[in-house]
């Protein structure tokens, strides 16, 4: 049973460009969480889906920044026009319902 | 202010010596306490969750302890290894909160020979 898996696990972008980082949950996994690590700080929860719905964005900035999770296909944490601030480590998590939350291995933005 | 605070903020210790790591948490009423290792480029891995009823948990050569009257918990690494390297973060589930995560900062544990 592969774990959760992200990618690009490196991604570069200029600023003003748009970075897309997607996500596949375990499998049966329903529930996808991301988060963001930037450096010297803790994880900072963004966003919350199941399957085609948001159920919690609290932490999602509210300008430049989406994610999805269509029926069918990964998550994707979108950043459009990206700035300076936005280089970070993008953490990926998945679980069943109220279980535990597995983490993939995270993609790496950098953003010039 | 950061909900979970965690010290030290970095630890060295010699193979073989055992260490504890602190962690006092603001936020409540939570369902449960997390430790999680992660190594460096890497995404955290669960180490032990403990409900707020539990004192104690045990995973290995983890020892994870609970007090939730002084909203404290402590994890215990036993006769350390050099793979032990990495930060170990304090996790906080809030009751209701949907199972979203609330991070601590962590603690850079680095084993040397």
């Known amino acids: 049973n592969a774990g959760v898996m992200q990618n690009p696990r490196h991604l570069v972008r200029r600023r003003g460009q748009e970075a897309r980082l997607r996500c596949s949950p375990m499998?049966?996994?329903?529930?996808v969480y991301w988060y963001r690590q930037l450096p010297e700080e803790g994880l900072k929860f963004m966003v919350y889906?199941?399957?085609?719905?948001?159920?919690?964005e609290s932490g999602m900035p509210k300008e430049r920044f989406s994610a999805e999770f269509p029926k069918e296909g990964p998550s994707i944490l979108r950043i459009q026009q990206v700035v300076r601030g936005d280089s970070a480590a993008y953490f990926c998590?998945?679980?069943?319902?109220?279980?535990?939350?597995?983490f993939g291995p995270g993609t790496r933005l950098t953003v010039l | 202010k950061n909900q979970v605070e965690q010290s030290p903020q970095s630890l060295i210790i010699l193979e073989g010596k055992n260490c504890t790591l602190q962690c006092n948490y603001t936020v409540s009423p939570f369902s449960n306490l997390r430790w999680y290792k992660q190594d460096t480029g890497r995404g955290p891995v669960s180490l032990t969750i403990?409900?707020?009823?539990?004192n104690t948990k045990s995973n290995g050569r983890y020892t994870a302890t609970l007090d939730a009257d002084t909203k404290q918990s402590s994890l215990h690494i036993t006769a350390s290894q050099l793979s032990d390297s990495a930060s170990y973060i304090c996790?906080?589930?809030?009751?209701?909160?949907?199972?979203?995560?609330?991070f601590g900062t962590g603690t850079q544990l680095k084993v040397e020979l």
């Open positions: 996790v906080v589930i809030l009751t209701g909160g949907g199972n979203k995560l609330t």
């Open positions: 499998k049966g996994h329903s529930h």
């Open positions: 998590a998945s679980s069943s319902v109220g279980d535990t939350q597995y």
């Open positions: 889906l199941q399957k085609e719905n948001i159920i919690d």
């Open positions: 403990m409900t707020f009823s539990e």
